[in-house]
């Protein structure tokens, strides 16, 4: 194809449009957001004076997507406001069509759509995704013939390999996440998780590793901050299991001092020391047969460590005071919100007893990394407290959904948990806004590196920039109502860069589009 000057010139004006408008597309994740980009970028590119995107569905019926200029409603009827021949032409024979003037054309001469809607100038190209079409771009205008030229034509044929390679990421994307909520809802129907909560693809895989793990008699170590919800997956761990129906022991190692933790763990015979009037049986042969829970386990002295050690290898143990050996058939899971790995290297944990704990490891995430699971969270508690206190009818305004979008909770679920109950019982009416949650919105003096202890300089700092890029994507999403490109245009950001950061830190747009 031979240019001219001036079409080169178009050429390359086009192709920079092409460019900006395809980058925006590639970096859309939610299908929704990405189509109406693509339209957007569609319209500007050709100059059409009406445009549409039309998916598939299983079946070839025709589903109308996104439009731009046209009655929505009608769309519904099938010969109202677009020629579905046009269409259907280019989903059978999977070619782009270009017409100057379809009234005039000799396909489409005859089509009553064509006839009865005056349609002119037209555009259609397909949506290709592993060499089947899944949709179209329509493009056209009723006023003029002949508004797109050579050019624009074979550029919006780039522009549709931009579309439906974006539309192939966005619908993987949707697979991927249908299989995992489809495989969550399968996990949720044979296995009790009790009050677990949670949609994050990690929570998935934390419900797939604990029912694949329950019943089984591995030592379990579960890693998180606290308030992550540890001890929730340490029962359903138990619940799961053949030990349902034995004793579940939960004993926090941080909250007792050393000689009565010792005691309460293993039990003590009378006369063992000073106020032990008579014999009594520790948590571990109490747990005999079930689970016994050690929270905190990075807060065992090293004395109890070696005992600890010893029940690990034999299940044996002797109370205090006595040289009586004991087995105990419990099953051990243990959980610390601190680096164990790192407190061997520093002397500070046994390295045996840390590889004898360290068999199945699960990771809890912080609820600042699964932002998207919060109004869930938070629904949950409104539901729960909202039944104590006789308040089933409150809900949380749009501003105070935001707000807890901004928050970083330190505190992780049980500090939302706590939130929600408190504003429940400050709330008059029925609903509940950004005064009720006691919280206030995120601003430099709350970026405080000492809400968790840091342990370094550069782990502070990164911290408060994790929070105030998080907080400022969020204040970028609520602006726009969730629109990704518009949020990412107001920050200044590459929009490619925009949503990477929202993968990282959680952030799901369609949350903010909620309103109640």
Not at 260 to 272: I, M, Y
Not at 303 to 310: C, G, S, T
Request: proline share 3%; aromatic share 8%.
């Amino acid at each position: 194809m031979k240019w001219s000057k001036q079409k080169t010139q178009n050429r390359l004006a086009i192709l920079e449009n092409l460019l900006e408008i395809g980058r925006k597309v590639l970096a859309e994740g939610d299908i929704d957001q990405l189509l109406a980009t693509a339209m957007d970028g569609a319209i500007e590119l050709s100059g059409a004076e009406r445009g549409m995107i039309i998916l598939f569905d299983p079946e070839n019926q025709i589903r109308f997507h996104t439009a731009r200029n046209f009655n929505r409603q009608d769309l519904q009827q099938p010969r109202n406001e677009i020629s579905r021949s046009i269409i259907r032409k280019v989903q059978t024979e999977k070619h782009p069509i270009f017409l100057k003037n379809a009234r005039e054309d000799p396909d489409f001469k005859s089509s009553k759509s064509v006839r009865g809607l005056k349609v002119l100038s037209v555009i259609c190209l397909p949506l290709m995704h592993n060499n089947k079409i899944v949709g179209a771009v329509y493009l056209d205008n009723r006023s003029f013939r002949g508004v797109f030229k050579p050019e624009t034509f074979y550029f919006a044929q780039k522009f549709a390999e931009f579309i439906s390679l974006a539309v192939k990421h966005a619908l993987e994307e949707r697979r991927l996440r249908d299989n995992l909520e489809a495989l969550q809802h399968d996990l949720r129907e044979q296995y009790n998780f009790g009050e677990i909560i949670g949609r994050h693809p990690t929570m998935t895989e934390i419900l797939r590793l604990v029912a694949q793990v329950a019943d089984t008699e591995a030592t379990v170590l579960i890693q998180g901050e606290s308030g992550t919800g540890k001890e929730l997956i340490a029962r359903a761990l138990h619940q799961n299991s053949s030990r349902a129906d034995h004793p579940f022991v939960a004993i926090n190692c941080g909250a007792l001092q050393e000689n009565l933790l010792e005691s309460e763990l293993f039990g003590h015979v009378k006369g063992a020391f000073t106020g032990a009037t008579e014999n009594k049986m520790g948590w571990f042969e109490r747990a005999h047969g079930g689970t016994i829970f050690l929270d905190e386990v990075s807060e065992m002295s090293t004395a109890l460590q070696l005992k600890l050690l010893r029940i690990l290898q034999s299940g044996e143990f002797s109370p205090v005071g006595s040289t009586v050996i004991r087995r105990t058939n419990a099953r051990i899971v243990a959980a610390t919100n601190r680096n164990l790995k790192q407190l061997v290297q520093e002397g500070r944990f046994r390295e045996d007893v840390f590889y004898r704990l360290n068999v199945i490891v699960i990771d809890v995430p912080p609820l600042r990394k699964r932002a998207s699971d919060i109004p869930l969270l938070a629904q949950h508690f409104l539901e729960l407290y909202g039944r104590k206190y006789g308040k089933q009818d409150l809900h949380l305004s749009s501003q105070a959904r935001t707000l807890l979008m901004q928050y970083a909770f330190p505190g992780n679920v049980r500090e939302l948990e706590n939130i929600i109950q408190r504003a429940i019982i400050l709330c008059q009416g029925d609903e509940i806004g950004v005064a009720q949650l006691s919280i206030h919105p995120p601003n430099s003096s709350s970026l405080s590196p000492f809400r968790e202890p840091a342990r370094t300089f550069k782990e502070a700092k990164q911290r408060i920039i994790a929070e105030f890029e998080k907080n400022f994507i969020l204040n970028r999403l609520a602006e726009s109502k969730g629109n990704i490109s518009q949020a990412a245009r107001a920050s200044g950001m590459d929009i490619k860069n925009f949503y990477e950061k929202m993968k990282h830190y959680g952030i799901d747009p369609r949350i903010l589009k909620q309103d109640k």
